[in-house]
């Protein structure tokens, strides 16, 4: 062997190893690499103004404000005589020295916030006087503002996006707002806008030090786009001046469109209380889980109730569509209703009507718990097994797009419960009959529905047979939703025909029956109230069972409907005396813009129910703690 | 024959010459991107690292002159002189030396610093040659293979010192030149075993690597004793055993160095290269923004002055002992391979003509030149690459530094020169 071979040899060996490791550090790895997303590229972005909202009528809603931040670049700052920068920022000490460290503990080099959100009025004095101040600068932000301080479970807010949602999601940076409730979280892709982005180069550093490519790839903001809501704002500020003092909630919907008029949930608070430099105090406090009035929880959407009387009309439907009653099928009714053979298996019942036959109309109108029980019994029975009969009801029910999520277009909601034969299967133990399930033929029981599925039900009644999927947003950028979900009717398993002699028993409610004081001239009111039984509770030792809540559910006009309500007042009693005139205020308010009955508008406006709010509550804890 | 003697050029190898104009100006170009801070460009000037170097390489012309101007045998002659002269240098250190990042390698002048460390690796070159071309010098004894360690770590001994460990290691490469002239290869297999083992017991573990050894042991022992009989174990009992106590305190010893001898910043590159450690912002930042902008340049490059990494200063020491990654960044894989290529070529060329050398010390000093280009070559690129430790020594030709492009640079051209007389009698 040659002497030099050793030497060849090894020198052509680490030259194959390294050039391997070039192919696989620059071939087999920089495929990977990201020319724009590394260390060397500095994205800056330029931020553009959020969208607009307006409501129905074309009021501002929504807005923006501009905000000013004192912005500090700790290598930056120069000696100062820091009593005197204080008093001008009206801060102490103390607190100088605190932000002055959090902005050098960040970053020397990189500006930060110094002091957030300065008033107005600060502003031109301080832009004034703070340039004699080197390493700090005012920089203007855009906020919201809400000009009308109403409709905050619908408008939700933005804060700063979540550190995991900015990791995953290439669209936020950190420090970044987004939509998290409401319709700004619902529609943050239209409201955001697109930011415009600039790449320079940068060093080490994160100094600046040039454009990358010239620019070729920076990209101009496009603003938000502005979104008009189908609320009526007006109508909105009017069910939530009558919800004051009161817990609960009121959907009304446009029954020909699905679009929502009004959302209301009670107690409720100022949206502005979640813009600017109190927010993070004040979410603290309305999001606090031991805040029995709960603001930021949307009763309208999520809290699920028993709905009580109104959904006899729904035993009626279906015992129409099935065939087991018809209009001259009558029932008497002896004080209420014996299921079973047992003395307390009795269901009460107010009707008045005392051992003469009752027909549908009455039934309905007088809200007789002996008819539908009646009628209930008759579906559940019309099979041969009760499960199956439930079943078939169940779907009947589930057509109204209750039980279910309805699918509207805001990110809160509740699916309710609707129960069904396997439901039952699983939870009695013995054979079960229609008796055993009684109650959920007058809406109690294990039937739970939420205030918008209630209004929604309602809507399909005035439709007579089928509904619009609710929703909010009505046009993008001025340009009309053209969304199938919300454009095309989903029918019920009702036929029309049934729906008529509904109708006429809801008309007969506001004429004659629960709901006569709260009739209004002119206007013919299709409705029905609603009073549910709450289960007892035991507080502080002592069975205690809270005063029924007050409901009701209304269209009007009879003819051609334009709106469909329902009312849903916490504790408020029966529902002909809270729900049914609260609900008629509305509607006469949407319908003729006046109010025929001042008397009761006032007397709404300041009946509260705080006192039977207290009641309810522990006394040995106090609000706020645990 | 007599015109050439007049034209000090003729008969030197232009391929070398070729590849070595090739390498430092492709080597300023680099160093022009790694170091320039404005878009003003200013040559020829103190105020610039690439100024500087540029200075620094027209300052080779008349250094090439000089050494062409000598003849083959005044360096051969003046040799040992040469070397004295070197270890003085090294000696004058600690006392005149100036201290800049913990060593003491330099002498200042001013603007300008000396580092004889660079210039002694050329004279030791020229030490071992005259030694091995003597023709009393026998080099199968034992005497004269310690007194050829002795002239080749005599000053690797006082750059340790410094300490210099990186350019000191570069005197191993001395181990090739050796071989070439006799030296058994079992110095290298146990220099390069010895590695193995040092790695491993890092690596693994003292405990697992004494098993695994002590079990090879014992199968070689088997495997002797059922070809020899048990002859074998007569006669080698106490090898055996020798060996079993070797490998262990070898392995044991190995652990204690590395856990309690060697410095933290020592330890820490060995734990990043052999990944027990990771650290991208630390210590391992060198490494990790080195491999990352390598990686970054892909098949082409982006272009000279528009790797933006290395514009960024995102790599360390990028114009000198990191030089290789710009390469990397702005001239991508193409780039960076042509230049290992370059080097390959040198080396062969070198190791071409020694061998056609009919005088022994010129083989002798081609192979020095070829074997610490090589060591050069393998500890620089090696680390930028991520697959060696981070030692600091500069790209023969490329790297920013001026004692470095003229300790090579001479190195080279002594080689120059005594090739171009090769065929004469001298």
């Not at chain 1, 300065?118 to 000009?147: S, T």
Request: aromatic fraction near 14%; glycine fraction near 8%; proline fraction near 4%.
């Amino acid at each position: 062997m040659q002497r030099s071979f050793l030497l060849y040899f090894s020198i052509t060996l680490v030259g194959i190893l390294f050039i391997g490791r070039l192919f696989q550090l620059q071939i087999l790895r920089g495929q990977k690499y990201d020319p724009i997303n590394n260390a060397a590229v500095k994205t800056q972005y330029d931020y553009p103004e959020r969208g607009y909202v307006y409501d129905r009528n074309g009021t501002l809603i929504i807005a923006n404000q501009l905000s000013y931040d004192v912005m500090i670049q700790p290598n930056e700052v120069a000696p100062l005589d820091t009593l005197e920068f204080c008093a001008l920022l009206k801060i102490d000490k103390a607190s100088f020295l605190k932000r002055f460290n959090r902005a050098q503990n960040y970053a020397s080099y990189l500006p930060s916030v110094f002091l957030k959100q300065l008033a107005k009025e600060d502003y031109a004095y301080l832009q004034e006087k703070l340039h004699h101040y080197k390493g700090f600068y005012i920089q203007k932000r855009v906020i919201r503002e809400y000009p009308i301080k109403s409709a905050a479970n619908i408008f939700g807010y933005i804060s700063e996006v979540s550190e995991s949602k900015a990791k995953k999601n290439a669209d936020y940076q950190q420090g970044e707002l987004i939509g998290k409730a409401g319709i700004e979280k619902e529609y943050e892709v239209y409201l955001r806008g697109t930011k415009g982005k600039k790449y320079s180069h940068k060093n080490r550093f994160n100094k600046v030090t040039g454009s990358y490519k010239n620019g070729i790839l920076d990209t101009l903001p496009s603003n938000g786009k502005d979104l008009t809501l189908t609320i009526d704002i007006e109508l909105q500020q009017y069910a939530e001046s009558l919800m004051k003092g009161k817990r609960g909630g009121i959907v009304a919907i446009e029954p020909s469109s699905g679009e929502i008029l009004a959302l209301v949930t009670a107690p409720s608070y100022d949206p502005n209380m979640l813009v600017g430099r109190k927010r993070s105090k004040n979410s603290v406090l309305l999001m606090n889980p031991n805040n029995p009035d709960k603001p930021t929880y949307d009763r309208s959407l999520m809290a699920q109730y028993a709905p009580g009387s109104p959904f006899k009309m729904m035993n009626a439907l279906i015992g129409l569509q099935e065939n087991v009653i018809d209009i001259n099928t009558n029932f008497r009714c002896y004080e209420g209703y014996q299921y079973g053979r047992r003395k307390n298996e009795f269901m009460g019942c107010h009707c008045g009507i005392i051992g003469s036959p009752i027909y549908l109309k009455t039934a309905i109108a007088r809200s007789c718990n002996s008819y539908f029980s009646n009628t209930f019994k008759r579906i559940i029975e019309k099979d041969n097994k009760p499960s199956e009969g439930l079943n078939n009801w169940s779907k009947h029910v589930k057509s109204f797009g209750l039980g279910d999520y309805l699918g509207y277009d805001l990110p809160a909601g509740a699916a309710g419960r609707i129960p069904t034969g396997t439901f039952y299967d699983n939870r009695i133990n013995y054979r079960w009959n229609a008796s055993s399930v009684i109650s959920n033929a007058i809406g109690q029981g294990d039937v739970e529905t939420t205030p918008i599925q209630l209004a929604n039900f309602t809507a399909a009644i005035a439709n007579k047979g089928f509904y619009y999927t609710p929703h909010i947003l009505k046009k993008v950028a001025g340009e009309a939703l053209k969304n199938e979900k919300y454009t095309v009717p989903k029918k019920t398993s009702i036929a029309s025909k049934h729906f008529e002699p509904i109708i006429e028993a809801m008309h007969e409610v506001f004429k004659t029956g629960t709901g006569k004081s709260s009739q209004i001239k002119g206007i013919e009111i299709c409705g029905k109230t609603g009073t549910v039984e709450n289960s007892i509770k035991i507080i502080d030792g002592i069975k205690t069972q809270a005063p029924d809540h007050s409901i009701l559910v209304a269209f009007a006009p009879k003819e051609n409907p334009k709106i469909a309500i329902a009312v849903f007042v916490e504790n408020g009693g029966y529902g002909s005396t809270i729900a049914a005139p609260i609900s008629s205020l509305i509607i006469e308010k949407y319908l003729t813009e006046k109010i025929s009955k001042p008397w009761v508008e006032k007397r709404m406006l300041a009946l509260s129910l705080q006192e039977v709010y207290d009641k309810q509550k522990s006394k040995e804890i106090a609000p706020g703690t645990k | 024959m007599r015109q050439e003697r007049n034209n000090i050029f003729a008969g030197v190898d232009f391929t070398l010459v070729f590849l070595y104009l090739f390498l430092m100006s492709f080597g300023w170009l680099n160093i022009y991107a790694a170091s320039r801070t404005t878009e003003d460009v200013e040559l020829l000037n103190f105020s610039t690292k690439y100024g500087k170097q540029l200075i620094f390489i027209c300052l080779t012309f008349p250094l090439i002159v000089v050494i062409l101007f000598f003849n083959s045998k005044f360096y051969e002659k003046f040799s040992s002189v040469f070397y004295i002269i070197s270890i003085l240098s090294l000696l004058g250190l600690f006392v005149f030396g100036k201290r800049i990042n913990g060593a003491t390698s330099w002498y200042n002048f001013g603007v300008i610093g000396l580092q004889p460390s660079e210039f002694v690796k050329a004279f030791t070159a020229l030490a071992v040659a005259k030694l091995l071309s003597d023709r009393q010098y026998n080099f199968t004894l034992v005497k004269n293979q310690i007194k050829a360690f002795i002239i080749i770590f005599l000053p690797a001994f006082l750059i340790i010192l410094q300490p210099d460990a990186g350019s000191a290691f570069i005197y191993f490469a001395f181990f090739f030149v050796l071989n070439r002239e006799g030296l058994t290869l079992n110095y290298i297999i146990l220099g390069v075993s010895t590695l193995l083992i040092f790695i491993g017991t890092i690596y693994f573990g003292p405990e697992s690597i004494i098993t695994s050894l002590f079990i090879l042991i014992t199968i070689f022992v088997i495997l002797n004793i059922k070809k020899a009989g048990k002859r074998f174990l007569r006669f080698n009992w106490y090898k055996i055993i020798g060996a079993y106590l070797l490998l262990g305190i070898f392995v044991l010893g190995t652990n204690y160095f590395y856990k309690h001898v060697l410095a933290s910043h020592q330890k820490d590159r060995f734990d990043i290269l052999l990944g027990i450690k990771t650290d991208n912002k630390g210590i391992g930042y060198n490494s990790y923004q080195s491999e990352l902008t390598i990686s970054s340049g892909g098949l082409n490059g982006k272009g000279f002055l528009n790797g933006d990494l290395t514009q960024g200063d995102f790599v360390p020491e990028q114009h000198t002992d990191y030089i290789f990654s710009t390469v990397g960044e702005e001239w991508g894989f193409i780039g960076a391979s042509l230049v290992i290529i370059a080097f390959m070529l040198m080396m062969y060329r070198i190791i071409y003509l020694a061998e056609t050398h009919s005088n022994k010390f010129g083989r002798v000093y081609g192979y020095g030149l070829a074997s610490i280009l090589f060591f050069h070559v393998i500890v620089n690129i090696g680390m930028v690459i991520g697959l060696l430790p981070t030692v600091g020594i500069p790209l023969p030709f490329f790297s920013y530094g001026g004692s470095s492009l003229w300790g090579f640079t001479i190195l080279l051209f002594i080689f120059l020169r005594l090739d171009a007389h090769k065929n004469y009698d001298w």
